[in-house]
T-cell receptor, first 119, second 115 residues
């Protein structure tokens, strides 16, 4: 079973509107972290927002907020007031404690959602 | 902020040759570095995890003899693609975990094309 599921291969949003990108996850760990990254066409991975499994408040970073529903195992990204520069691939990722002899804390990525902002 | 560099940013090589990609943490020490591969329109797939001073741990299906990883210092890890073939053409991204904060930072990636 996939650990991170992003069901929207592509999304369109009108400029200045809000958009929600879906992410569900699967883990049996009690302690884990959820991340969202933006990848523009240049390829660099840009960190957007982080939510810890024990955080009671939903994370917010500027125009980005994470709608964390622990019981449903979902961590949706909400982008408010979309801008043309938001057009990119968006990846949801999870960090579990992976004891591969080194406690490496690997990140597992979803397949991504391509967001296109329409002027 | 924490910066991770990769060199080269892009490389074209002939089939059968070897290519070395460097990943450096510029302003922090990284006990752990991760190497990912990303094919066009796909997600990042973890190839291996390297810890400073020890052998890398490879993910299932990744050939350790083909993708040689060396993590000789707290700021440098290298990935060598040996006897490269066209199917190795991909975008390779490293990330480094800060030994102090445990935060993970990504490099800008290296685009490898094997002709």
């Amino acid at each position: 079973a996939q650990k991170i599921t992003q069901t929207q291969p592509g999304m369109f949003v009108q400029e200045k509107e809000a958009v929600t990108l879906d992410c569900t996850y699967d883990t049996s760990d009690q302690s884990y972290g959820l991340f969202w990254y933006k990848q523009p066409s240049s390829g660099e991975m840009i960190f957007l927002i982080y939510q810890g499994s024990y955080d009671e408040q939903n994370a917010t970073e500027g125009r980005y907020s994470l709608n964390f529903q622990k019981a449903r195992k979902s961590a949706n990204l909400v982008i408010s007031a979309s801008q043309l520069g938001d057009s990119a691939m968006y990846f949801c990722a999870m960090r579990e404690v992976a004891y591969s002899g080194a406690g490496s804390y690997q990140l597992t990525f979803g397949k991504g959602t391509k967001l296109s902002v329409i002027p | 902020g924490a910066v991770v560099s990769q060199h080269p940013s892009w490389v074209i090589c002939k089939s059968g040759t070897s290519v070395k990609i460097e990943c450096r943490s510029l302003d922090f020490q990284a006990t752990t570095m991760f190497w990912y591969r990303q094919f066009p329109k796909q997600s990042l797939m973890l190839m291996a995890t390297s810890n400073e001073g020890s052998k890398a741990t490879y993910e299932q299906g990744v050939e350790k003899d083909k993708f040689l990883i060396n993590h000789a210092s707290l700021t440098l890890s290298t990935l060598t693609v040996t006897s490269a073939h066209p199917e190795d053409s991909s975008f390779y991204i490293c990330s480094a975990r800060d030994r102090s904060s445990y935060e993970q930072y990504f490099g800008p990636g290296t685009r490898l094309t094997v002709t």
